[in-house]
Protein backbone atom coordinates (compact mmCIF):
# COMPACT_ATOMS: atom_id res chain seq x y z
CA UNK A 1 0.00 0.00 0.00
CA UNK A 2 1.16 3.32 -0.79
CA UNK A 3 1.77 5.93 1.92
CA UNK A 4 -0.10 9.46 0.53
CA UNK A 5 0.05 11.40 3.45
CA UNK A 6 2.94 14.12 3.39
CA UNK A 7 4.96 13.33 0.43
CA UNK A 8 7.25 16.13 1.30
CA UNK A 9 7.63 14.61 4.58
CA UNK A 10 8.85 11.27 2.97
CA UNK A 11 10.67 13.22 0.07
CA UNK A 12 13.14 14.95 3.17
CA UNK A 13 13.32 11.80 5.05
CA UNK A 14 15.13 10.38 2.11
CA UNK A 15 17.05 13.23 1.47
CA UNK A 16 18.07 13.21 5.14
CA UNK A 17 19.17 9.31 4.74
CA UNK A 18 21.49 10.71 1.92
CA UNK A 19 18.79 8.91 -0.94
CA UNK A 20 17.08 10.90 -3.84
CA UNK A 21 14.34 9.53 -4.76
CA UNK A 22 11.13 10.61 -5.77
CA UNK A 23 7.45 9.69 -6.69
CA UNK A 24 6.41 8.33 -10.35
CA UNK A 25 3.18 8.65 -12.19
CA UNK A 26 2.30 5.31 -12.65
CA UNK A 27 0.32 6.36 -15.99
CA UNK A 28 3.36 7.77 -17.64
CA UNK A 29 5.87 6.11 -15.94
CA UNK A 30 7.44 9.59 -15.18
CA UNK A 31 9.13 11.09 -12.27
CA UNK A 32 7.09 13.85 -10.82
CA UNK A 33 8.49 16.78 -8.68
CA UNK A 34 7.76 18.40 -6.45
CA UNK A 35 6.27 15.92 -4.21
CA UNK A 36 2.91 15.44 -4.16
CA UNK A 37 -0.66 14.23 -3.37
CA UNK A 38 -1.80 13.65 -7.10
CA UNK A 39 -0.15 13.11 -10.15
CA UNK A 40 0.10 16.39 -12.57
CA UNK A 41 -2.71 16.40 -15.45
CA UNK A 42 -4.68 13.89 -14.73
CA UNK A 43 -4.93 13.84 -10.88
CA UNK A 44 -4.59 10.20 -10.49
CA UNK A 45 -2.58 8.43 -7.06
CA UNK A 46 1.10 8.73 -7.61
CA UNK A 47 3.42 5.52 -6.74
CA UNK A 48 5.23 5.11 -4.25
CA UNK A 49 9.07 6.58 -4.14
CA UNK A 50 11.58 5.27 -5.96
CA UNK A 51 15.65 5.86 -6.37
CA UNK A 52 16.37 7.97 -9.04
CA UNK A 53 19.77 8.05 -11.39
CA UNK A 54 20.56 11.75 -10.34
CA UNK A 55 21.66 12.22 -14.22
CA UNK A 56 19.76 14.98 -16.28
CA UNK A 57 20.44 17.49 -18.74
CA UNK A 58 20.35 21.83 -18.30
CA UNK A 59 16.84 23.27 -19.16
CA UNK A 60 17.62 26.81 -18.29
CA UNK A 61 20.34 28.77 -16.12
CA UNK A 62 20.43 31.88 -14.68
CA UNK A 63 23.33 33.32 -12.55
CA UNK A 64 22.64 35.47 -9.82
CA UNK A 65 25.23 38.05 -9.36
CA UNK A 66 26.66 38.65 -5.72
CA UNK A 67 28.25 41.50 -3.76
CA UNK A 68 31.99 40.37 -4.63
CA UNK A 69 34.29 38.66 -3.18
CA UNK A 70 31.02 36.05 -2.91
CA UNK A 71 30.93 34.30 -5.97
CA UNK A 72 27.80 34.15 -8.19
CA UNK A 73 25.12 31.99 -7.56
CA UNK A 74 24.37 29.34 -11.01
CA UNK A 75 20.68 28.69 -10.85
CA UNK A 76 19.74 25.66 -13.08
CA UNK A 77 16.24 24.17 -14.22
CA UNK A 78 17.25 20.39 -14.86
CA UNK A 79 14.85 17.55 -16.46
CA UNK A 80 15.69 14.52 -14.70
CA UNK A 81 16.47 11.14 -16.73
CA UNK A 82 13.44 9.54 -15.46
CA UNK A 83 11.18 12.26 -16.25
CA UNK A 84 10.45 15.51 -14.30
CA UNK A 85 11.75 18.75 -13.96
CA UNK A 86 14.10 19.90 -11.03
CA UNK A 87 15.13 23.57 -9.81
CA UNK A 88 18.21 23.51 -7.76
CA UNK A 89 21.71 25.59 -7.88
CA UNK A 90 25.35 24.39 -8.49
CA UNK A 91 27.47 25.55 -5.36
CA UNK A 92 30.75 26.19 -7.03
CA UNK A 93 30.34 26.12 -10.32
CA UNK A 94 31.78 28.65 -12.84
CA UNK A 95 29.12 30.48 -14.94
CA UNK A 96 30.86 31.08 -17.83
CA UNK A 97 31.37 27.23 -18.11
CA UNK A 98 27.38 25.68 -17.40
CA UNK A 99 25.37 26.06 -20.45
CA UNK A 100 21.44 25.15 -21.27
CA UNK A 101 21.97 21.22 -22.52
CA UNK A 102 24.86 20.57 -20.11
CA UNK A 103 24.65 17.24 -18.69
CA UNK A 104 24.91 17.41 -14.79
CA UNK A 105 24.72 15.09 -11.81
CA UNK A 106 22.87 14.99 -8.75
CA UNK A 107 24.16 14.96 -5.37
CA UNK A 108 22.43 15.36 -1.61
CA UNK A 109 24.23 17.65 0.94
CA UNK A 110 22.94 19.56 4.03
CA UNK A 111 22.58 23.15 3.69
CA UNK A 112 21.79 24.74 7.61
CA UNK A 113 19.60 21.94 8.83
CA UNK A 114 17.86 20.81 5.80
CA UNK A 115 18.52 18.13 3.01
CA UNK A 116 18.81 19.17 -0.49
CA UNK A 117 19.93 18.26 -4.12
CA UNK A 118 22.69 20.39 -5.68
CA UNK A 119 23.73 19.84 -9.48
CA UNK A 120 27.59 18.76 -10.36
CA UNK A 121 28.66 18.92 -13.73
CA UNK A 122 28.44 15.41 -15.12
CA UNK A 123 31.84 13.40 -15.83
Do not use: C, N, W
Request: proline share 11%; no cysteine; hydrophobic share 40%.
Amino acid sequence: MTDTTAPEAAYLAHLAEGRFMLQRDPLSGRAVFPPRLRAPGHGGALGGFEPMSGRGTIHAVTIQPKRPPEPASVIVLVDLEEGGRMLSHMPGADPAQVAIGDAVTARVVTEGDIPTVIFEPAT
